[in-house]
């Protein structure tokens, strides 16, 4: 219990810095490349309309997009761990039933390791089969239009939906909607609800719900075949004439 346990927080860590790393790189490469379209769509039109669009555009940058690839890296982030540790149990279990009780279970790091390592790389070549999502991600988006990059989007979110759908169920925490007023009675859970403001006195409390949250309802785990290389997240494609 106590290996799951650590194996749990380690593998959390792990994956928050790995993803934080990610959201980091992506936003800066947004930005960006947003940047450059601005100033040559600036430059070849000189309109000041132009400039007033694309200013609007950078002052909401920090308000919406960022928040948005945060909330997205960090609901990323629980379904790997949670399919990493699912991963891991079922791996696990078996030989802790068998061993006797007064013996610590004896975890293989290597083959520890090996299968937190091909969980996280099967989900993202699942995402990049499905949605190509890494195609998406290593698009040069200063060379597209706004409607151009918004049509790609529309279609790279619904089928990483249905991907992600595959492996995880997901769910509101809470039923009240975004702007209306919720009581938060005494005896909360802390890790479902985080309290924001001005935080006061005890409960219960009254406050405007500003998200609502995500919890998952039920995970899949996948098998994974041990002779398939990891690494490989997608084939290359070669027609022949």
Sequence with gaps: MDSAKTFSKQSFVWIF??????TLVVDVAIYFGANVAAMKAVHDAADPEAIKAFSFVFDNFSTKVVPASIGAALLFTLLLW?????????????AIESAPKTEEPKVDPEVEKRNTRRTFLHLVSALQKEGRLIDF????????SDDQIGAAVRGIHENCVKTLGKYVTCG????????????????????????TG????????TGTVRHKGWKASNTEVPTLSEESNPDVLAPAEVELG
């Excluded at 810095?17 to 990610?22: G, K, P, R, T, Y």
């Excluded at 991600?137 to 597209?144: I, Q």
């Design 137 to 144: 991600f290593n698009e040069d988006l200063s060379l597209y």
């Design 17 to 22: 810095l790995v993803m934080a790393l990610f």
């Design 198 to 205: 001005n935080v006061s006195g005890e409960p219960p409390f």
């Design 82 to 94: 949670m399919i990493i540790k699912g991963t891991y149990v079922k791996a696990g279990a078996p």
């Design 172 to 195: 509101p925490v809470v039923d009240t909607a975004e702007g209306e007023t919720i009581t938060i009675e005494a005896g909360f859970n802390p890790e479902e609800i985080r309290l």
